[in-house]
């Protein structure tokens, strides 16, 4: 974060919604037009599980989703890392298994690691997580895993999406083994293409009665990473756990932010918000596509996502992400390394761009500084061998 916020820095590496994309104007008049009374309430503290109103709106939005509101509870917490936190702390002691994907979110990785547990991760392809690879971990460790993290819509940091068939294949894996499902849904609503929108489809809506699954999503990339606001969605006994470990974390989160985060919904301006966000990040996506197309050499190849941030970038077995990162940030171009989303910090073949936070005319500059560096390492690499 320290890096992506250098000013005169080529950030390719904040996963995160650009500045000039927020909605301050409809949060100003949002603010402006509260009643006294909510206003006041807005310094208040609140109820630990959330803001009332603010969950019923939740349950509309999460509805619409296909999800099962009635039969399960939701805790608002302060950003869904929040809540992955709460969740490790109910379920898991120190040594105790956590499955993850590899690459994996490392914010999660990092709940993971502080709580003492013992990651095993599994690969994931262009599908979703590999399902023999899984099956076979399961079945040769000798405890059974707490749970199993995956973030199935618009991978952080793949960018790819989960199949139906491999969503559902990982269901079946799980089915009876008591090992619970943390769904982890931040990216679902930006997808680029209207008639892709059902691929989105959580596990959690599927219907599946023998998993546990805990799903959780964000506002941090559809509204704001500053409004530190996120939710979990699980069933009433796993709630109750929770609300309290919340409350010993942090009493409740801001209401102030759920109060404001409420109206955007309550008003219906999420909607028309995320329609302007999906076609800012989809002609993104398109200007990275397109100057790595033209620039990259040939050795180089990624994924075309269909949504969220991210593109993932896959350098030949013996380049370092890490080595082409140390040339490019010295020319003010940075990206996030492969090695950061590997559990065991070694697997370095991979980079990530994130389009998200670029000013449009700087994707070529930072294509062409990358691309030029890349092609520099490996003309090093092959006159060493
Ligand atoms: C997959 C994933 N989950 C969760 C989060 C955390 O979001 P929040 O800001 O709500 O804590 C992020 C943020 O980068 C993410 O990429």
């Given at each position: ?13 904040g ?31 609140g ?15 999460l509805?619409?989703?296909g ?9 608002i917490?302060t950003?869904?890392?929040?809540a992955?936190?709460?969740?490790t ?41 590999d ?37 559902k ?14 769904e ?40 704001g990473?500053?409004?530190r ?8 006994e796993?709630?109750?756990k929770a ?58 190849t ?47 073949d991979?980079?990530r761009?994130s389009?998200s ?6 994707i ?13 390492v ?8």
């Amino acid at each position: 974060m320290k890096q992506a916020s250098g000013k005169s820095l080529i950030s390719f590496a904040g996963g995160m919604p650009n500045n000039d994309l927020f909605p301050v104007k409809q949060i100003d008049e949002i603010y402006n037009s509260l009643p006294e009374n909510i206003k006041k309430l807005c310094f208040q503290y609140g109820p630990t599980s959330g803001y009332p109103p603010l969950i019923k709106s939740l349950e509309n939005y999460l509805k619409n989703k296909g999800l099962d509101v009635d039969d399960n509870r939701i805790l608002i917490t302060t950003g869904s890392l929040q809540a992955i936190s709460i969740i490790t702390q109910e379920f898991v002691n120190e040594g105790d298994i956590i499955l993850t994907e590899n690459p994996c979110f490392v914010g999660a990785l990092s709940v993971f690691e502080t709580y003492g547990a013992e990651v095993h991760s599994i690969p994931i392809d262009k599908d979703g997580i590999d399902i023999e690879a899984l099956k076979s971990k399961i079945e040769t460790l000798d405890r059974k895993p707490k749970f199993l993290y995956v973030t199935p819509n618009y991978h952080n940091p793949a960018g790819i999406i989960y199949t139906p068939e491999r969503k559902k294949e990982l269901l079946k894996v799980l089915s009876g083994t008591g090992i619970i499902l943390l769904e982890d849904d931040a990216y679902s609503d930006l997808y680029f293409n209207e008639d892709e929108k059902h691929l989105t489809k959580a596990m959690k809506s599927f219907g599946v009665k023998d998993v546990e699954i805990i799903y959780t999503g964000s506002f941090s990339k559809i509204l704001g990473p500053g409004f530190r606001l996120g939710y979990m969605l699980s069933s009433k006994e796993i709630f109750a756990k929770a609300e309290s470990v919340k409350q010993a974390l942090d009493a409740c989160t801001s209401n102030f932010m759920q109060i404001l985060a409420n109206e955007f919904l309550a008003q219906q301006k999420l909607e028309p918000y995320l329609a302007f966000l999906r076609g800012e990040y989809l002609e993104r996506k398109n200007l990275l596509q397109k100057h790595l197309k033209t620039y990259m050499p040939k050795e180089i190849t990624w994924n075309e996502p269909k949504g969220g941030f991210y593109i993932w970038l896959k350098l030949p077995p013996h380049i370092k992400s890490t080595d082409i990162f140390k040339e490019t940030v010295a020319k003010g171009v940075v990206f996030v390394t492969g090695r950061t989303f590997d559990p065991s910090s070694k697997k370095d073949d991979r980079l990530r761009l994130s389009f998200s936070n670029m000013h449009k005319e700087q994707i070529e500059k930072g294509v062409i500084i990358l691309s030029e560096t890349i092609k520099k390492v490996l003309e090093n690499s092959k006159i060493a061998l």
